[in-house]
């Protein structure tokens, strides 16, 4: 009696699994389940990012495209030495690029100001070319391709910057940002050394010009995008 059940338990040994077997088998199928499914997702995960970076890296390159055709066919046209210099504003948004500070600083100072709106880019940039001081925004903190126009053509800019913005910018290309910065309480101030001097005016748009050519040259923009987004990725 007790040789036939050892003869069952062993043929039931041989025919399959105890439930502790089972239980091992699905603990250790699950722990595969999880490392393949990590996988899977660290490989996604892997190839959007590389998805992502061949895409910002075609943007960077069409950006450097822009630049180049914006800045090579620019050529410097220095302020004149007119003692009554013309200053140019050209507000996308009056409010946003406080035109009303910057009519009220001209006012002060007696110099006279082109409001420049509404006109195609090919016509306004002629105005920008006659130009002996431009004033771009005092809101932002930053400038932009419109100052970026005017530094090319070697134009004194004024404009509101961050101190931190500008200090990076130092930093990073080792170059002093030859913008003049200015708020709306600080304007007409910062205004009244450009308009009383020629020699100042063209030192600033001199040091602009070159600026411009070697901070916004189309490779130097590109490689240092590249190597910012390497650092960040």
């Avoid at 961050?162 to 709306?184: C, L, M, Q, S, Y």
């Avoid at 070697?214 to 190597?227: G, P, T």
Wanted: net charge neutral; proline share 4%; charged share 25%.
């Amino acid at each position: 009696m007790r040789r036939r059940t050892a003869n069952r338990y062993a043929l039931g040994r041989q025919a399959g699994f105890t439930l502790l077997e089972m239980l091992v088998a699905l603990v250790v199928l699950g722990f595969l389940m999880i490392g393949l499914t990590q996988g899977v997702r660290a490989g996604l995960a892997l190839w959007d990012a590389q998805t992502r970076r061949v895409g910002e890296t075609a943007e960077l390159d069409a950006t450097a495209r822009t630049l180049r055709r914006l800045l090579s066919g620019i050529a410097p046209a220095p302020p004149s030495e007119r003692e009554r210099p013309v200053v140019l504003h050209a507000p996308s948004s009056r409010t946003r690029k406080g035109t009303e500070h910057v009519v009220a600083a001209c006012e002060q100072l007696g110099v006279e100001l082109e409001i420049v709106e509404g006109l195609d880019h090919r016509e306004a940039f002629e105005r920008y070319r006659n130009a002996d001081i431009i004033v771009d925004q005092l809101n932002a903190g930053w400038y932009g391709v419109f100052a970026i126009e005017a530094m090319a053509l070697g134009k004194p800019v004024v404009t509101f910057l961050h101190d931190e913005a500008v200090r990076r910018t130092e930093e990073a290309f080792g170059v002093e940002v030859p913008i003049v910065n200015a708020t709306k309480d600080t304007l007409a101030d910062v205004l009244r050394p450009l308009v009383e001097s020629p020699e100042e005016r063209r030192r600033v748009g001199a040091a602009s010009r070159a600026y411009v050519e070697r901070v916004h040259d189309a490779d130097a923009v590109a490689a240092r995008l590249v190597d910012l987004y390497a650092e960040l990725r």
